[in-house]
């Protein structure tokens, strides 16, 4: 007598299929009834305070009758857009930052165009984002401000905190990479191995402009069946709820929202910091002077995710070892790099403990 493998049998399939079928229908049913463009992502109020070629400087509206003095300005990663920071009103450190006082700006990098094909990190760090707080600084009358730079934009902000250390008052890094070969090779991040196989000069000399989509497949392969198969699995399961199913499409329009790379600034990113690996090495030039890390010498703290497969903790944790403060603090979570800004349990608890540290150096 033959048995089924794994102890399935024909029924047991077909049940498997018939289920399948009847939630792919659900599925299709439900986005069907879902407008598109009334997913609607940015859930705080904000005002344009500040603009220079593509770039952006917004103030969110404060929710306080009192917002602390001294503002907290944002730095995201060039490469998403940076409103997931701020994605829904349930979850959006933004609105948690406003609703303990904090006086919270945001820099949007727009979309660089053919035009900006020549935009260097130079530009980016000493003319946008100097820009942004110097405009902070004249908006809030305050000498120095809190600066908080998020992956890539840690990595400026750490970079311009090196420069002008007079200008921040504390500086807060997150899931931010500092040392782009901290570790074993294992340990290091596929996306850092790749890097130190890629032809940046002829990537850069053939398109100009390094387009979104593309960058958007390499972070697909990083994580092949979680990212293409597993999660639209996932789709499944929640279709028949509205608002976990507006959740994911909210979630998938910002993953597919990715700006072109201007190919300069990109060219000097990979090439300096993914494989020469010279922001620990104090070898990074930015407008004709060094970035030494030891000139960091406001308070830091660091906040990395111990699940990052984009930014192994090793890379960001390395930053103890260079910067050249006393006070210098780390906070963990056990999330991957995009439960940081989702993370339910993070959400609780990350912007309290972020304005509590803020206070105190306040």
Sequence with gaps: MMHAPLGFGPQEVLGEMTELGRKSLTAIDALSRIDVDDIHIGASPKEAVWSQDRVTLYRYTPVVDNPKPVPLLISYALVNRPYMVDLQEDRSLVRSLLEQGLDVYL???????????WLTLEDYI??????????????SGQDAIHLLGICQGGAFSLC???????????LITMVAPVDFHAGEP??????????????IDAMVDAMGNIPG???????????????????????LEVAHDERKLRNFLRMEKWIFD????AGEAYREFLKDFYQQNKLIKGEVEIGGRQVDLGAV?????????????????????????????????EL???????????????????????????????
């Design 126 to 139: 000493e003319g946008y984002l100097g820009g942004c707080v110097d405009a902070v600084r004249t908006a």
């Design 258 to 261: 990715s700006p072109d790379q």
């Design 297 to 329: 010498t406001m308070p830091v703290l660091n906040v990395y995710a111990e699940l990052d497969h984009l930014v192994p903790p090793a890379s960001s944790k390395a930053l103890a070892e260079h910067v050249g403060t006393d006070d210098y603090e």
């Design 213 to 235: 989509d593309f960058m958007n497949l390499g972070f697909v392969m990083l994580k092949p069946f979680q990212l293409n198969v597993a999660k639209y699995a996932g789709l």
């Design 186 to 199: 294992e340990e290091r991040g596929i996306l850092n191995v790749w890097a130190q196989h890629m032809d």
């Design 160 to 170: 311009y905190a090196s420069l002008h250390p007079e200008k921040l008052k504390s």
């Design 332 to 362: 963990t979570y056990p999330v991957g790099h995009i439960g940081m800004y989702v993370s339910a349990k993070v959400q609780g608890t990350l912007p309290k403990a972020l304005v509590a540290w803020l206070d105190e150096r306040s």
């Design 107 to 117: 820099i949007d990098w727009g979309y660089p165009t053919r035009a900006d094909r």
